[in-house]
């Protein structure tokens, strides 16, 4: 089983950056791969996935803004968010994926307040 634990949401001006970090614990050796998702308007809509081998897929409302990216040997996912926009304002969660059940595990997400 995989734990997911998101961090480094909070509150910036519009035109400014956060990162966010996923940890997970767990058997984290079976993860093939993982990705960020958001929440506004009560629907959870893909951000950005990579795989284990680093193959990436953004939004188009993020492309040039947003990186993924994961460190496997501290089994941390980032999303380093850059010029950021007031519709970029969401609760950001942070899912695994893994070849043995349960197959995907959630984080309790957090907030990213972008201020105009």
């Known amino acids: 089983q995989v734990q997911v634990v998101e961090s480094g949401g909070g509150l910036v001006q519009a035109g400014g950056s956060l990162r966010l970090s996923c940890r997970t614990s767990?058997?984290?050796?079976?993860?093939?791969?993982m990705g960020w998702f958001r929440q506004a308007r009560g629907y959870r809509e893909l951000v950005a996935t990579i795989?284990?081998?680093?193959?990436?897929n953004y939004a188009d409302s993020v492309k040039g803004r947003f990186t993924i990216s994961r460190d496997n040997a501290k089994n941390t996912l980032y999303l380093q968010m850059n010029s950021l926009k007031p519709e970029d304002t969401a609760v950001y969660y942070c899912?695994?994926?893994?070849?043995?059940?349960?197959?995907?595990?959630w984080g309790q997400g957090t907030q990213v307040t972008v201020s105009s």
């Open positions: 899912k695994a994926v893994s070849s043995s059940s349960p197959f995907v595990s």
């Open positions: 795989t284990r081998t680093g193959n990436t």
């Open positions: 767990g058997i984290t050796r079976r993860i093939k791969s």
